[in-house]
């Protein structure tokens, strides 16, 4: 078997990876001069089937069916195709999860077992992972048990304490059936003939099983183990639309569901999966009601808040943090986790595209940089996905889905862009940063736009914002919040380029200015405050976690824009997360004045950011690109324009002069009256047109984007390591043996310079983790496994086995080869 899996990599210069991997493309004539995308246009539509779509892409109707498959037969299809070819991905997983509340729903009065932890624990030993692994993903998929995924790095890290819980927790379905008996007697219920009653009705649980994928097939299994003992179950069938009111934005107290099938991505290659069990366990990261639900024992929390805060000294306090995280996760089980996709991305031959190795095309957030027919200038691409528009749009509390995140993510953009193939950040819209770290902080950095120093502490000046005063609408400084003083682990200098206050431009012609970056920091704080106009209790959890490590904020310079950051939190590696307040929020971009819109619509309680705050007030889910939310929004910019409304004006005010405001209302209505949505962004695509219930999105190439399109056209293709192992499958205990490992690219051999690690591991047949080491290097690409008699004689006769790791600069994901080891005494 060969798959990879995600490491932490540093010390080598951005210039020596992107040069030996890639080289640098110097394109001529017409293509220099190519702004934005390389097409002219996007026609994104949707198909639910993963066949039909590959169907599609064989009789050349469309371009790229962009979503993630696991179907072998799809794949052999892709394979045996003159005419397609892929990008595989390693980011997709599958989980159970769990409805909590109860144990009786307040909306049906009806039973809900799995409002006890103890039950959905149980759920770990009821599930086969490795038989959802084999049989319903057809092999192309591998057991998973926590919120780390298994191609990333932090499992690598966590892997002695993952053995351990993946052997407690292995399917063991006898000890299951015993656990949830005694816990559904000790919620009174009763089996009756075989059956479970609650008050004299039976128990029937509901499961919302997705039917675009493998998901269908597992909701049957998981509901064909519960009925075995003993509960009565619902299969409720729905695509991604069909589910998402019911299990991601119902209030779970009215029991719309028991059990979803779920399904997720990583976007990007996550070098720090830290945020996980903040994420998924706790009310601290989503806004959403189930999440809100979400009530796990203190301990569980503070570990989540404080690991998703680098609120640690040592990377080893972090994986002492993150070893109890996965025992009390396991315990909670508000979901369990059940495989990593190992999957892939069909597309037509002649498309050049690139992928994310976690992510895919869907997750990537190069994709519309590099999307394009090879050898050609313009054109127009035919993409599909399972679905589109799932949500509402709006960047605060719109859509999350993968789907309508990777449209968004073409009309928008972050201050900085992650790597593809290692995950590192590069800047974007940032020129450089200067990052400075409290000494003894395990920080290291790998590429040179970012310069680390380390120093003895960093003195949060007096006049650097701190708080938020919402009422009075102004900022709260740390001179006035801590006359005492204020220091920080980290602050980051972040410099804009000279010209980005001409050069970037959002979609409806407005320049970006610096009240932009300062709406971003202000909505931070505000909407957690009971005193604003635009509170929304569900944003507290992520206000709590912001100002827990957020220590100030300073705009050193307005043209051209220098910001300094202070904050507690840290990340291990310099580059990531540079916190320079580009207007990218949770959803999506964001100017001041389209946001102005949503805020006094809020205000007047017609429309609300987010699916909690409008459930509470029974008001409209705001929509930026249609459905009624658009009457209400095109009301209120009539409103803006008649007062030259200023949001936040005490504050914003000294960024914004009535000419700007009147100026970015004005092209607002524009961009308004020509395209009907008031969604505004900076990215290389704008949205040009979207049908909700046709399922169709259009997206046109933006002319006035500052990024000539060859920007990234370094990142063409992952230069992944191939391994050949060889030696003995057949030894002897106490014996000595050597095993000799190549490694390769496309069939030469891969340059040594760029192999970071050759690492061995050897399992016993009890799965037991026996001994580790480094190959030796005897020459270009080649190591050899010298394992002597104090290792072989530690084995026991059966079928034990080595595998290889190895890790390179140009990647973040290693190969791993496994050869089987019959042993004998």
Do not use: C
């Amino acid at each position: 078997m060969n798959y990879q899996r995600n490491v932490l990599k540093t010390g080598m210069t951005a210039f020596l990876v992107l040069f030996l991997v890639f080289g640098f493309s110097v394109l001529a004539g017409a293509e220099d001069e190519h702004y934005g995308g390389w097409l002219d246009e996007i026609v994104v539509i949707e198909e639910a089937s993963e066949a039909a779509g590959v169907s599609l892409l064989e009789q050349g109707e469309i371009d790229v069916y962009a979503d993630t498959i696991t179907n072998p037969e799809l794949f052999q299809r892709v394979l045996d195709s003159d005419d397609l070819t892929y990008d595989q991905a390693f980011g997709s997983y599958s989980e159970l999860t769990f409805n909590p509340a109860g144990p009786v729903f307040e909306g049906t009065g009806e039973l809900n077992p799995f409002a006890v932890p103890r039950v959905r624990e149980a759920m770990n030993y009821l599930v086969d992972r490795e038989y959802i692994a084999d049989e319903i993903y057809g092999g192309m998929a591998v057991p998973r048990f926590f919120p780390l995924a298994t191609a990333l790095p932090d499992y690598s890290r966590m892997i002695t304490k993952a053995r351990e819980l993946e052997s407690k927790y292995a399917h063991n379905p006898e000890l299951a059936e015993e656990i949830i008996e005694e816990e559904m007697i000790e919620l009174g219920a009763e089996k009756v003939d075989g059956q479970w009653h609650y008050d004299g009705d039976l128990v029937e649980l509901s499961i919302l099983i997705r039917v675009e994928d493998e998901r269908n097939e597992v909701g049957d299994y998981v509901a064909s183990l519960l009925e075995d003992i003993g509960f009565a179950v619902q299969r409720n069938y729905a695509t991604a639309s069909e589910a998402s009111p019911i299990w991601l934005m119902s209030d779970p107290a009215e029991g719309g569901f028991h059990i979803y099938t779920g399904g997720w991505i990583l976007t990007v290659v996550e070098r720090d999966e830290g945020i996980s069990w903040a994420q998924m366990f706790t009310d601290i990261i989503m806004p959403q009601p189930l999440f809100q639900a979400y009530d796990p024992v203190e301990e569980l929390y503070t570990l989540a808040d404080r690991i998703y805060s680098r609120d640690f000294d040592t990377v080893a306090e972090r994986e002492e943090m993150m070893e109890r995280a996965l025992e009390l996760g396991m315990e909670d089980s508000v979901r369990i986790y059940l495989i990593d996709q190992q999957a892939f991305a069909p597309y037509r031959s002649d498309v050049q595209i690139t992928s994310d190795l976690a992510g895919g095309i869907a997750g990537s957030y190069l994709w519309p940089y590099t999307a394009r027919f090879r050898d050609q200038v313009g054109g127009q691409m035919q993409i599909a996905l399972p679905s589109i528009i799932t949500d509402a749009w709006n960047p605060i509390g719109g859509s999350n889905w993968i789907f309508d995140m990777m449209l968004i993510r073409a009309t928008g953009e972050l201050g900085y862009i992650p790597d593809p193939y290692t995950g590192l950040h590069y800047p974007r819209r940032y020129e450089k940063a200067e990052v400075s770290i409290r000494e003894g902080l395990p920080v290291d950095s790998t590429l040179d736009w970012v310069e680390l120093e380390f120093v003895e502490e960093n003195v949060v000046p007096e006049e650097a914002w701190v708080d938020w005063d919402a009422e009075a609408q102004e900022f709260i400084t740390v001179g006035e919040k801590h006359p005492d003083g204020l220091t920080s682990r980290r602050k980051a200098r972040v410099y804009y380029p000279d010209d980005a206050l001409e050069n970037v431009i959002w979609h409806d012609g407005s320049n970006f200015s610096v009240a932009d970056a300062v709406m971003s920091l202000i909505l931070s704080f505000d909407r957690a405050q009971e005193e604003s106009d635009y509170f929304d209790e569900s944003a507290i959890p992520a206000y709590q976690t912001f100002t827990g490590h957020f220590r100030g904020v300073e705009i050193v310079s307005t043209d051209p824009i220098i910001i300094d950051y202070y904050t507690d939190q840290y990340y291990m590696d310099a580059e990531q997360y540079i916190p320079g307040l580009f207007p990218y929020y949770q959803q999506g971009p964001g100017a001041w004045h389209n946001m102005a819109l949503g805020l006094m619509a809020e205000a007047d309680e017609q429309l609300a950011f987010t699916m909690d705050k409008a459930d509470n007030l029974d008001i409209e889910h705001m929509n930026m690109i249609g459905g009624p939310s658009l009457e209400v929004l095109d009301e209120k910019l009539q409103e803006a324009q008649e007062t030259n409304f200023i949001p936040f004006e005490s504050t914003l005010g000294e960024f914004i002069d009535e000419e700007e405001a009147a100026a970015r209302y004005s092209n607002l209505e524009n961009w308004y009256n020509e395209r009907g949505h008031f969604w505004v962004g900076t990215g290389p695509y704008y949205l040009h047109d979207a049908h909700h219930v046709e399922g169709i999105a259009e997206l046109r190439r933006y002319d006035d984007h500052p990024d000539p399109a060859s920007k990234y056209e370094i990142f063409a293709e992952p230069m992944i390591p191939e391994i050949s192992l060889t030696g003995d499958g057949v030894i002897r205990i106490g014996s000595d043996l050597v095993y000799d490992v190549s490694i390769t690219f496309e069939g030469e051999p891969y340059p040594a310079e760029m192999i970071d690690e050759v690492k061995y591991l050897i399992f016993d047949a009890q799965d037991n983790l026996v001994a580790t080491g480094e190959a030796e290097h005897v020459g270009e690409a080649d190591f050899e496994v010298h394992i002597g008699e104090e290792i072989t004689s530690q084995l026991i006769p059966g079928r034990s086995r080595i595998e290889i790791i190895v890790t390179s600069f140009s990647v973040s994901l290693p190969t791993i080869e496994e050869l089987g080891l019959v042993t004998f005494e």
